[in-house]
């Protein structure tokens, strides 16, 4: 079927909260490489926002999953399986985190942090401890706890009132986080790097500052690394740059390599608020993501992968430094690993467009940013090809 009668029938039958579609129909992927219906190849710099960790069609990683649900690919969450248990045991022992939860999204992952520590709070400082401190700029997702927190006021007055009891502070202030901190805060909820509005990294001394005062108040300290974690910044999770350990973490995106899986991981003062009956998930932790979870995690962790999203990094940033010293239109260059941010100086659509035009996939940040998100199994000399497309374009 032509591409222009795909995207008018299926924009036809589908809500059109994604506002204008890509023009493009995708009908596969291999590695870092995407292939449309017209038979033309794109350099994938997206990722599918930073899920497709192992890139597309990894060998291995098909094998992998299709086995497992060739076996059993549901069953409720009180049955546990060899997958399940495995995938739990490595984030438990490559973390500093105790015990983990599964769900299937970025958004429920971080509505299962929110109540996990509400209901700690509520039982370790006294019931009128409910309250949230977040940052503006944030994202944590669309489900109402998640927009509650997310720093995109549009987005909340549309579906206002929200959550009761947040409070916005302002990323890398530590005076404004203190001016918002009672008796009634539970948590506080932070990306190490606020990934949807222009990709800005919370600096070190803000986060231990914050470690340090959620010690002092009795407050629990959660990081949204649903976009950060898994690898993406050159470490597994984006804390470790750092030095500093939060209570809780909500993961997702690049565990599943784009198999819908999402985890909460807290240390046991926390997680033990999560007693019988008190959060599930019917698909949360089910035996296919499982295997692709597992998967996932044990090419990460290989001795090496890790280098190699440093390495590509590091060649990216010089790259697009490089590009802003001889006058393209570029502002800044901001990010770590492979989760890089470009402000430009020419209108973020065009830019897109121009990328697409010469098959590279980049995706936005805020309104005046690219984000450069490629799986990270990309290679020095793909690096190189995009590079060369954005030089040509900016
Ligand atoms: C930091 C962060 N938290 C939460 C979410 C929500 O994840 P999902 O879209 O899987 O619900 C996202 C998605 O972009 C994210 O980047």
Known sequence: MDKTEIIARGEAATMKNYGPLQPIVIERGEGVYLYDT?????????????????????????????????????????????????????????????????????????????????????????????????????????????????????????YAPALSGVHWATLNDIKSVKAQVSPRTACIIIEPIQGESGVHPAQSGFLADLRELCDRENIALIF?????????????????????????????????????????????????AFTAGAHGSTFGGNPAAMAAATFVLHEVLKPGFMDNISACGARLRTGLETLQASGKAIADVRGMGLMIGVDITKPQKDVLDACRERGLLPWKSGTSTLRLLPPLIVTEAEIDEGLAVLDAVL
């Open 224 to 272: 949204d690394e649903i976009q950060t974690g898994i690898g993406r910044t050159g470490k597994l999770f984006a804390c470790e740059h750092f030095g500093v350990e939060p209570d809780v973490m909500t993961l997702a995106k690049g565990l599943g390599n784009g198999f819908p899986v999402g985890a909460i991981l807290a240390k046991k003062e926390f997680s033990r």
């Open 38 to 158: 017209d038979g033309r190849r794109y350099l994938d710099f997206t990722a599918g926002i930073a899920s497709q960790s192992l890139g597309h069609a990894h060998k291995g990683y098909l094998e992998a999953v299709t086995s497992q649900m060739a076996k059993i690919s549901h069953l409720p969450s009180t049955y546990m399986t060899e997958a399940k248990m495995s995938t739990a045991e490595l984030l438990v022992r490559n973390s500093c985190f105790d015990e983990v939860f599964f769900a299937n999204t970025g958004t429920e992952s971080v509505e299962g942090a929110l109540k996990l520590a509400r209901k700690w709070a509520k039982e370790t400082k006294g019931p009128e401890a409910t309250e949230t401190i977040c940052f503006t700029g944030s994202f944590h997702g669309r489900t109402f706890g998640a927009l509650s927190v997310t720093g995109k006021p549009e987005n909340a007055d549309m």
